[in-house]
C-alpha cells in the first residue's frame, strides 16, 4: 500500500521558517519526480518547487529565494525548507511524488504564517 507521510506544518510569524518533510513507502517503481504544491483558500492548487531524480529543480517564482526543495533517494522522502514565510504563504501544502507513470499525493499538512 502506498503511504505518503507529511509532517513539518504548523503556525508561524512571518519571517519565519518552516521544514516540510514527506516520506513515501510502498511504491513498486523507481520514483522520478518529487515536489510541493499549496493550496489556499477559495484558489486552485499551485506548484510551489518540484525536484527531478536527477536533482535538478524548479520553482514557483513566489518563492523563488526563500525556499528549498531537497530529496534524500535513500529513504524516498522529499523536504522543502521555508525562509523568511509570508502571510501569503499560508494554505494546505502537499507533496506528489511520480512513479512511472503513476502520481500519488500525500494528504496534506497545514501552514499558517501570521502577520
Known amino acids: 500500500q502506498v503511504q505518503l507521510v507529511e509532517s513539518g506544518g504548523g503556525l508561524v510569524q512571518a519571517g519565519g521558517s518552516l521544514r516540510l518533510s514527506c516520506a513515501a513507502s510502498g511504491i513498486i517503481f523507481s520514483i522520478n519526480t518529487m515536489g510541493w504544491y499549496r493550496q489556499a483558500p477559495g484558489k486552485q492548487r499551485e506548484l510551489v518547487a518540484v525536484?527531478?531524480?536527477?536533482?535538478?529543480?524548479n520553482y514557483a517564482d513566489s518563492v523563488k529565494g526563500r525556499f528549498t526543495i531537497s530529496r534524500d533517494n535513500a529513504k524516498n522522502t522529499v523536504y522543502l525548507q521555508m525562509n523568511n514565510l509570508k502571510p501569503e504563504d499560508t494554505a494546505v501544502y502537499y507533496c506528489k511524488v511520480g512513479a512511472w507513470r503513476y502520481d500519488y499525493w500525500g494528504q496534506g499538512t497545514q501552514v499558517t504564517v501570521s502577520s
Open positions: 525536484i527531478t531524480n536527477g536533482g535538478n529543480t
